[in-house]
């Protein structure tokens, strides 16, 4: 046994930084700067996709319920591994594992822009999402490692400006790349970043300190984590093409829920599981994480309806569209920064009803006009900064008070696990927009029509019957918050 071991030591040892870089006051900074565009990359990536879902569909000819896997294969991949590389980073150190992470993302991401068929694309965004689940897991521990405790807070605040720019820079970026390059660009957009990450990371990025490689790996939560999420997300997605009763819809639900109570037994009785259950002892932590997910499930939701909304429904161009829904990230981006001031005068409790009654007016204003009214383009820019507004003021607050729930010993393990609710959310906003798209299309257009040859007031029709989602999911999300608060409020690590 030592042999091996002693090989895979020297495999993966990890490259010191250039030794002029180390005493420069700005290599912290330099880090922070690599780490950040990772996020950018990553946001930048998942809104173009979004946008250019439609044209996608028309290129390959598919049905909604495939359309929304070019979406969904990244995001189940990416849900998936979280969890098994943020402990196999602690075993064996993250500075190798982040670069790798990187060069599969670009690899990826250049193999999706030479996609030949639906199924390679597929194929390509799961290998994509792979290499997203290896950066997502080492992002913000790298960064909270190399700064100072005293410079932590300006580091975070780069690292949540550049998600923001990546977010609301994606529809318009996409729509225009859409329109004069094609397609295939809205992939090869990101491998230049990607490409210029791996070397700055090779040569920037300090080695890995508390590696502990004799610690003990959970190979049974990690064999049961991922069949179980992607079952979840599947049946979601499939559901309006199964119906409520067939085998497979039943069938998956039931094996996916086995899966699942197995992890649990798994992870409370393994002495390093991949997620903590004592995080979940914590209701004000618990509610605050579902409200994380039921947050951004709210908003890929709303991204993938409208996409269609806007390029079908509407008939417009992907660069018109794409500078339409580009109000909702920079309506979140202006809102956010003014979040915690709205929290301290409005108290955790209220701030949750607050921002979410925004939203809900959002979604209300597009279920009253939406394809009813003509001048809809006012209308729409208003429902969307409603929207953008109400989640800008949603996320932080709702992200403080779920962490000071916790003990700052589970920190990290809490953050990780806000990470994971975040991409499961959006898997959910994805695949349930697509799924009642689905359901409303079939009924109004007739069940054998395709939705590439169904009429514009059809689909917009179909769309707004599915924007009542969005509004449950937002109440939902309020009530968690809300719930979450209170709890925190009343308990210890208390929020104001």
């Known amino acids: 046994m030592s042999a091996p071991r002693s090989r895979l030591d020297r ?3 990890e490259p010191a930084p250039l030794r002029w870089l180390e005493g420069k006051d700005w290599h912290p900074w330099l880090v922070v700067g690599l780490v950040s565009v990772g996020a950018f990359v990553g946001q930048l990536d998942a809104t173009i996709v979004q946008l250019a879902l439609p044209a996608l569909g028309r290129v390959f000819d598919a049905p909604i319920a495939h359309v929304s896997w070019i979406a969904l ?16 980073c602690e075993m064996f150190g993250r500075k190798t594992l982040y670069i790798a992470g990187y060069a599969i993302f670009i690899v990826a991401s250049a193999l999706c822009g030479f996609a030949g068929s639906f199924e390679q694309l597929v194929l390509f965004r799961f290998l994509q999402g792979v290499g997203g689940s290896l950066l997502g897991a080492n992002s913000i521990s790298i960064l909270v490692k190399t700064v100072s405790p005293e410079q932590r807070g300006r580091a975070l605040g780069f690292f949540a400006a550049a998600q923001a720019v990546g977010m609301s820079a994606g529809p318009a970026l996409g729509g225009l790349v859409l329109a ?59 559901v309006s093409s199964w119906g409520l009763a ?25 002495p390093a599981p991949l997620i903590d259950p004592r995080l979940f002892a914590r209701a004000a932590f618990s509610s605050g994480a579902l409200a994380v997910a039921l ?14 909304a806007q390029e079908h429904g509407f008939g417009e161009p992907p660069r018109e569209a794409g500078f339409h829904l580009a109000i909702i990230p920079v309506a979140i981006g202006l809102s956010a920064p003014f979040s915690n001031w709205a929290r301290q005068r409005l108290g955790s409790r209220r701030i949750g009803w607050v921002a979410m009654a925004s939203s809900l007016a959002g979604v209300g204003l597009l279920i009253v006009t939406l394809g009813r009214v003509e001048e809809h383009r006012l209308f729409d ?3 969307y900064a409603l929207f953008g507004i109400g989640l800008g003021l949603f996320i932080a607050p709702n992200n403080t008070v779920t962490i000071a729930a916790v003990p700052p ?88």
């Open 11 to 13: 495999l993966l040892v």
């Open 73 to 88: 294969a990244y995001l189940a991949a990416f849900v998936s591994f979280l969890p098994i590389f943020g402990r196999l």
């Open 180 to 238: 004069t390059l094609g397609w295939r660009w809205i992939f090869w957009l990101t491998v230049p970043f990607g490409a210029l990450a791996v070397v700055i990371g090779w040569l920037a990025l300090p080695r890995s300190t508390g590696i502990d490689r004799g610690a003990a790996f959970d190979w049974g939560g990690a064999l049961l984590i991922g069949p179980a999420l992607v079952l979840v997300v599947a049946v979601l997605n499939h």
């Open 246 to 270: 067939s085998p497979y819809t039943l069938g998956g639900l039931a094996l996916a829920l086995v899966l699942l109570a197995l992890l649990v037994r798994r992870e409370r009785r393994f």
């Open 295 to 308: 947050g951004y499930a709210l908003l890929f939701g709303m991204f993938f309806l409208m996409s269609f």
């Open 381 to 383: 820019a208003i429902a």
């Open 409 to 496: 010993a589970l920190s990290g393990a809490a953050g990780s696990l806000l990470n994971l609710m975040r991409a499961l959310g959006t898997s959910l906003g994805v695949a349930g927009g697509a799924t009642l798209l689905t359901w409303h299309l079939a009924a109004i257009e007739g069940g054998g029509s395709a939705w590439q040859t169904a009429s514009a007031a059809g689909l917009l029709a179909a769309v707004r019957e599915s924007l009542p989602l969005l509004a449950v999911i937002a109440l939902l999300a309020a009530i968690a918050a809300v719930f979450a608060a209170s709890r925190a409020a009343s308990g210890p690590g208390r929020s104001s």
